[in-house]
């Protein structure tokens, strides 16, 4: 695989004397990617029928001429007014039951019957029209599902295909009642069409039922998605690809990237720290300019696995950004270190979003490559010294590394609709968990919570599974490798019950939780031998070798052979040490690394890199700050 790099770039927006100017800058620069169109589908077809191909078959074309190959984005993320007009009822409805106007984007709900027929004919038209483009080397379907909250809607037209989709689903409302429980509160339903959303409950829904619902949702992207993906394949052989978000787990990836051929997802470092990593105000201070040293490297490990090996950043941090409590520019080094910190984890190319700073509307405050007067930004210089270094460097070589962390899409949906504690999330789980291990110094392999893909790791860390399929518990029960399970592992079933031998249920094994308690994060009880458990503990009773107890003697880890069951979120001290206990006993060989330093191994390269905005010293040398260190393994 060739690593490479572009830039997100709206020819609607500039007048066309700038597009060949654009276009020879783009190309000197070394970037290789052009993406455009999925925000234009006001100027290709301004009124219904009236079709405006033109400026867009020029636009294409003085990319191409230059060199640059396109990615052709379908414009469905933004449906122009007059489709609202038409349809008024395709607007997302959120969950207080109001309708989510026109005026910025993302106004749809994924149920819609007439939108999904709007975007198979704006998508068809655009398929038939550049299928065969020699210029349009990959597509990207919408933009950003999940963006803006937009995943879940509680419209008429999704509560419509709700019943449908649980009709099919239980077959009988009898079937649905005893798999929900609804006996509790008299919520028997004697036909689908009694079942509503679960909104505006009077206190809250059952789970079951939420459960249920954050699936149907999840399908309803699957679908969306793949209508698209149909027309497109039918019509061109260009690769196609999503760009996911970060910290956006409201549909299964999994699923959509199954019919898609590139996982890519859209990397904004700082905007990220502020807004969603949950840290504390010392650390967001001390990454301020340079982002949290984990968070992209969650993603780009995740999205690989989402891609099935293949992934992008298809838009990455070039500057401030407009939409993040506070917008500071990046440490000097930070954008080419973000770039070349996805090609270690694997990345086929980085995309810098966005070409030219937009004088007008939401995103005036968003840096480009270019200043809004065409002159460099101060990123223009680093994506280019990345290029040159690329250039030098052409060819990634991914290879399976010893240490995976299971990802699901599911338990994150469960701990959601169940948290037991304020602030306890599956995904904060297993960010935690995942960072001790790059605290560690090992490099991860996210993976999908499915037996085919759990062979030939040496430890496997699979915190937070709450619904543990029988062919997953048995695959973790025959795996070779060292295995993590817990807290909560089989803690529901798939229809969102105890199990009635209670959790974690595992076939042969003496180990019971009797009892959960969550905990205030401000009440830590300490483990003995360093570290604490906060905020979430499963009591547990079993005949496993503890690894790790309370200073009062409760079990927080047991060990079971290779298989390990943690009982309590742990603190980063009590992570390290379990990270640690794992590692030595998987044969995995550890390096802890300095604060803010990580590093990462492909195939032939081990890379270092600096998150900090000091010189570090390092087992591979001094390391400036925002600095990358590329070795040969
Ligand atoms: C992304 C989006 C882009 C742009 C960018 C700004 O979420 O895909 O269109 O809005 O954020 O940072």
């Not at 984005?73 to 026109?102: C, I, Q, S």
């Not at 698209?228 to 959509?256: C, K």
């Not at 079993?542 to 069951?565: I, S």
Request: aromatic content about 12%.
């Amino acid at each position: 695989m060739q690593r490479t790099l572009g830039t997100c770039y709206y020819p609607e927006h500039w007048p066309e004397e700038v597009w060949e100017d654009d276009a020879a800058r783009m190309a000197a620069a070394g970037l290789t990617w052009v993406r455009i169109g999925e925000f234009a589908w006001g100027r290709i077809e301004p009124a219904p029928g009236d079709l405006h191909w033109d400026w867009l078959d020029r636009a294409i074309e003085v990319l191409g001429q230059a060199g640059l190959k396109v990615v052709l984005g379908t414009p469905t993320a933004t449906p122009p007014r007059w489709v609202v007009n038409k349809h008024p009822d395709m607007l997302a409805v959120d969950a207080a039951g109001r309708p989510r106007k026109f005026g910025s984007r993302r106004h749809y709900c994924f149920s819609h019957a007439g939108y999904l027929d709007e975007c198979r004919r704006i998508v068809t038209l655009m398929a038939d029209r550049y299928g065969c483009n020699p210029h349009v080397a990959a597509w990207q379907t919408d933009n950003e599902y999940g963006c803006h909250d937009t995943i879940l809607s509680y419209s008429e037209a999704a509560r419509g295909a709700f019943r449908d989709w649980l009709a099919q689903r239980y077959q009988s409302p009898e079937a649905l009642n005893r798999a929900w429980g609804n006996v509790f509160w008299s919520m028997d339903y004697a036909s689908f069409d009694d079942v509503d959303l679960p909104n505006l409950t009077v206190t809250e829904p059952n789970p079951s039922h939420v459960l249920d619902f954050r699936r149907f949702s999840s399908d309803q992207v699957v679908r969306f998605n793949r209508v698209q993906v149909d027309i497109l394949r039918a019509r061109s052989e260009a690769p196609i690809a999503h760009n996911y978000m970060g910290r956006v787990t409201d549909f299964d990836h999994y699923a959509v990237g199954d019919d898609l051929d590139i996982a890519s997802w859209d990397s904004y470092p700082l905007g990220f720290l502020e807004n969603v990593v949950g840290a504390e105000d010392a650390h967001k201070r001390r990454y301020n300019r340079q982002g949290d040293p984990d968070f992209q490297a969650f993603h780009h490990d995740l999205y690989r696995a989402v891609g099935r090996g293949r992934w992008w950043v298809m838009e990455q941090q070039p500057g401030p950004v407009n939409w993040a409590p506070y917008n500071p520019a990046p440490l000097p080094g930070m954008v080419r270190l973000w770039s070349w910190e996805a090609f270690a984890h694997g990345a086929e190319a980085v995309c810098y979003f966005r070409w030219r700073q937009a004088p007008f509307a939401q995103e005036q405050m968003h840096a480009g490559l270019l200043r809004p007067d065409s002159a460099d930004a101060p990123a223009m210089d680093e994506a280019r010294q990345v290029a040159a270094e690329i250039a030098e460097a052409p060819q990634v070589q991914p290879r399976q590394v010893p240490v995976a962390l299971v990802f699901d899409y599911e338990a994150d949906w469960a701990w959601d609709v169940q948290p037991h504690g304020a602030g306890l999330s599956y995904f904060g789980l297993v960010l935690e968990c995942y960072r001790a291990l790059r605290r560690a110094g090992l490099s991860v392999d996210i993976v999908r919570p499915d037996p085919a893909h759990l062979a030939g790791y040496k430890a496997i860390f699979a915190p937070g599974l709450m619904i543990l399929p029988d062919d997953l518990k048995a695959a973790f029960l025959a795996s070779d490798a060292q295995v993590v399970l817990g807290p909560r592992a089989g803690a529901r079933s798939r229809d969102m019950a105890i199990p009635a031998a209670l959790p974690p249920d595992l076939p042969g094994f003496d180990l019971k939780v009797t009892r959960v308690e969550s905990m205030r994060p401000d009440m830590p009880v300490a483990l003995s031998g360093g570290g604490a458990v906060t905020g979430y503990l499963d009591e547990i009773e079993g005949a496993g070798d503890p690894v790790l107890e309370t200073e009062t003697g409760r079990p927080v880890a047991l060990a079971f052979g290779g298989l390990t069951y943690l009982a309590g979120w742990l603190d980063r001290a009590g992570f390290d040490r379990l990270v640690a206990q794992t590692a030595a006993r998987a044969g995995v060989a550890t390096r802890p690394m300095p604060e803010g330093v990580r590093i990462r191994d492909t195939g032939t390269e081990r890379f270092w890199f600096n998150y900090t905005a000091e010189t570090v010293k390092t087992d591979a040398g001094d390391l400036p700050p925002a600095g990358v260190l590329r070795q040969p393994l």
